[in-house]
């Protein structure tokens, strides 16, 4: 754990009027899953698009007890991940883990862990739209309309639209699910693989959105279903073969480029879930360390 | 102003966040029953749990309703007005916090701010203090947060509560947020709550 700064800021960055402000919004937000909760959004130290949004849920949700890790598509080791851990650090001198079972509070941009969560843990998403209704309809006033209405038919279309043109839904990230049977969510830019684990959770979720000034929650064990069709059922991505470094199936791959000549391979996207797989043992085709690829 | 002004939080950075957090997750999981973990120093007529919710969520931007026995209490009066700078007000409609205290009589649910369909989060959490809650026996609940489902009771509350609550959630996303603080515990129905016999 690191001493944390003893002057020149207030725990976790922000002053405790904002934090009182963020705190009753995410309070609106968990009774009414699902839905955007506007808030006086500040500026913080980093561009919109590092997760401004987050960081402020994450600021206002943290204590000095807490173990922070943060993610960004799934790794702990790119930069977004990495300054906004080092933020927390510098601010709240909270200790921070990359590992999942062992943090409190996980903020997580576009990706959810692929170790299960457990009770108590909450996860933080940076979300940049948090409309799912947005780029179908670009009115602020029609779109909270149609959330006060509960009339998500334009959503339906656009999936239909998907089947006409692919034979398929096409959407592979921002998959829209309902909460809790009223309104339509955004998971922010998660790949739909991850949708299945918003379902039931026993974390409870949180989302901020910091360009967009918007606040939204799912508390956990919540009904999340993704649109789909009974002739079209929601499905998730497949992956012909399991990650090239641990041998993990059923997991979210990224593809690596090799060179120039289409070489590629396909690893675990979540790294902590990749590095513990292979501290266990379990090794894939191209791991360094595997007998067959030793010369 | 009485000399014996109470400190309310030792330390107000750290006890807030701990006391939002308790609030959070009691309103996370409905009908659980949490401790406050930290001491408040707080006036005599507001539950510590009361009074620790109004330290760590109230300010000059959350206009707050108070039942007459404790509008009437200037302790009260001047402990919220030097920690929180909430106005209090009378109208229960435009109340973000309204606080009932043992002993005082819950007004109907839907006297307070219920939010728009545009806006339902523009609402009141309604803070009532009751002599007793306990989970696992009582109420029946289900809906967000609950698993399954799960049983909670607190006493005393009106004969018709059951009912005021079953109208609050039929509201959805309308609707006040429900905290019952008992001393140091407390727990929470949110509108999102199904609460039946």
């Known amino acids: 754990m690191n001493a944390p700064l003893t002057s020149g800021y207030n725990f976790a960055y922000l002053d405790e009027q904002t934090k009182r402000m963020i705190r009753r919004a995410i309070l609106k937000a968990i009774a009414i899953p699902g839905y955007q909760v506007p808030f006086a959004s500040r500026e913080m130290p980093m561009p919109y698009g590092w997760g401004t949004g987050g960081v402020q849920v994450t600021a206002a949700v943290l204590g000095a007890d807490d173990t922070l890790k943060v993610i960004d598509q799934g790794s702990d080791d790119t930069t977004n991940a990495v300054s906004i851990r080092k933020f927390f650090e510098k601010t709240a001198g909270v200790a921070t883990t990359t590992v999942t079972s062992e943090a409190t509070v996980i903020q997580t941009r576009h990706r959810i862990p692929e170790t299960p969560l457990k009770e108590d843990q909450i996860l933080v998403y940076q979300v940049p739209i948090p409309e799912p209704l947005r780029f179908l309809e670009p009115r602020e006033t029609e779109t909270r309309t149609m959330h006060a209405l509960e009339e998500y038919g334009l959503m339906h279309v656009k999936l239909y639209e998907d089947i006409a043109r692919h034979g398929h839904i096409a959407t592979t990230y921002a998959y829209p699910v309902k909460v809790a049977g009223r309104y339509l969510m955004d998971p922010s830019p998660t790949p739909r693989f991850d949708n299945p684990k918003m379902h039931q959770s026993p974390a409870l979720q949180l989302f901020g959105a910091g360009r967009e000034k918007r606040i939204y929650a799912v508390p956990p064990y919540t009904d999340v279903v993704s649109l789909d069709f009974e002739d079209h059922p929601f499905e998730v991505n497949k992956f012909d073969k399991p990650c090239a470094l641990c041998g993990a199936e059923g997991v979210y791959l990224d593809e690596v480029i090799l060179d120039d000549r289409g070489g590629r391979m396909f690893v675990c996207s979540d790294t902590d879930h990749c590095e513990t797989r292979r501290a266990d043992g379990n090794r894939g085709e191209m791991s360094p360390d595997s007998s067959e690829n030793r010369p | ?197």
């Not at chain 2, 989060?121 to 109420?139: I, K, N, P, Y």
Request: net charge negative; glycine share 8%.
């Open chain 2, 1 to 197: 102003m009485s000399a014996a002004l109470k400190i309310g939080f030792e330390n107000p950075v750290a006890q807030s966040q701990a006391v939002f957090r308790a609030v959070m997750m009691a309103l996370a999981r409905p009908g659980t029953v949490r401790r406050l973990d930290v001491p408040v120093d707080a006036v005599p007529a507001l539950d510590p749990a009361a009074a620790a919710v109004a330290l760590a969520l109230c300010d000059y931007e959350t206009p707050v309703w108070l039942d007459p026995a404790l509008a009437a209490d200037l302790q009260v009066q001047e402990f919220l007005r030097f920690h929180t700078g909430a106005p209090v007000t009378e109208a229960r409609a435009l109340a973000s916090f309204a606080f009932v205290p043992l002993g005082g009589e819950v007004p109907a649910l839907d006297d307070f701010a219920q939010g728009s369909l545009d806006y339902p989060d523009r609402s009141t959490t309604l803070v009532v203090a009751v002599e007793a809650l306990a989970e696992g026996e009582g109420w029946r609940l289900t809906g967000p947060g609950v698993a399954g489902e799960g049983r909670f009771i607190a006493r005393p509350l009106p004969a018709d509560m059951l009912d005021r609550l079953q109208r609050n959630h039929a509201l959805f996303p309308r609707g006040v947020d429900l905290v019952l603080t008992c001393g140091d515990r407390f727990a929470a129905i949110p509108r999102s709550t199904q609460v039946d016999a």
